[in-house]
């Protein structure tokens, strides 16, 4: 199994190889289906590019937020509610 920074990694160099293989290729004067498609094929390849950037450099992960600390009335009103959840019946 490939390790998760390298398929990101080959990814990435990929997506950028064939943006750069396409960028001088793609019609962006024609008609406007020919427009349309030259703009979103290069929309989808930035896409493309910048997720792949964000796994690498891992944004937003590690990030945790605190969870706020209940108090002894919040707790018992929660396993109140929780006590009176409906059940669910097994089916035979």
């Known amino acids: 199994m490939m390790k998760l920074k390298t398929r990101l990694w080959i990814s990435f160099t990929l997506a950028c190889a064939l943006f750069l293989f396409a960028l001088p290729r793609l019609p962006f004067y024609g008609t406007t289906i020919e427009f349309g498609f030259g703009v979103l094929w290069l929309a989808l390849c930035v896409l493309v590019i910048g997720a792949n950037l ?26 109140r509610i929780n006590r009176y959840k409906p059940r669910r019946m097994r089916s035979h």
Do not use: D, F, M, N
């Open 54 to 79: 964000y796994g690498i450099l891992r944004l937003g992960r590690g990030e945790r937020v605190a969870k706020p600390v209940s108090t002894r009335e919040q707790r018992e009103a929660i396993r």
